[in-house]
């Protein structure tokens, strides 16, 4: 059972429209959970960090958190071309320092 | 943001050199540091944790004595494909994570091409 999961995409929207990017995880013990930004061959990029549940904003990004539900977002307002790129979903299990991805979804953002 | 230089960034090389590749914490103190290998089109898997002044950790399926892991200090990390044949052409990633509480942070990468 992969730990983290995420729809590989591609996702396409139109500049200036919201990105939505989906996340769920297994391991109800991961407390922390990151997204990262990967553009095609180079390193990732961190993004977002969020450890508890809500919402968490950062410019045109929006982290959403449900432990519940065990599922994490990410909202891109006004996207950019520039936005176009792979989106990884992490989670960490705290105390074991261990990231665990999902395979990303790759996002095109139409000018 | 933190930096973490890694270098070479693109290695090719015939079957069965060494190769060495270097992580590097400019600004802030590593505690430990991830080693990653990324194929085309998947994922990152972790290779193996390594802390300061200690054996590294390796996954499941990682041959410690192929990919050789070295942190000497709090700002370097290397690690040495040892005898690399072309099944070990890759995208290999470092991270340097502060403390437990902090987030990692990516180097550029390193890619490995063996012919």
């Known amino acids: 059972q992969k730990e983290v999961e995420q729809n590989s995409g591609p996702l396409s929207v139109p500049e200036g429209a919201i990105a939505s990017l989906n996340c769920t995880y297994s391991?109800?013990?991961?407390?922390?959970f990151f997204w990262y930004r990967q553009y095609s061959g180079k390193s990732p990029e961190l993004i977002m960090s969020?450890?508890?549940?809500g919402d968490k904003e950062d410019g045109r990004f929006t982290a959403q958190l449900n432990k519940a539900s065990q599922y994490v977002s990410l909202l891109i307002r006004d996207s950019q071309p520039s936005d176009s790129a792979t989106y990884l979903c992490?989670?960490?299990?705290?105390?074991?320092?261990?990231?665990?991805f999902g395979t990303g979804t790759r996002l095109t953002v139409i000018p | 943001g933190a930096v973490v230089s890694q270098h070479p960034s693109w290695v090719i090389c015939k079957s069965g050199t060494s190769v060495k590749i270097e992580c590097r914490s400019l600004d802030f103190q590593a505690t430990t540091m991830f080693w990653y290998r990324q194929f085309p089109k998947q994922s990152l898997m972790l290779m193996a944790t390594?802390?300061?002044?200690?054996?590294?950790?390796?996954e499941q399926g990682v041959e410690k004595d192929k990919f050789l892991i070295n942190h000497a200090s709090l700002t370097l990390s290397t690690l040495t494909v040892t005898s690399a044949h072309p099944e070990d052409s890759s995208f290999y990633i470092c991270s340097s994570q502060g403390n437990s509480n902090q987030p990692q942070h990516f180097g550029d990468g390193t890619r490995l091409s063996i012919l």
């Open positions: 992490a989670s960490d299990q705290t105390g074991a320092n261990n990231l665990f």
């Open positions: 390594s802390n300061e002044g200690s054996k590294a950790t390796y």
């Open positions: 969020i450890y508890s549940n």
């Open positions: 391991d109800r013990v991961s407390q922390s």
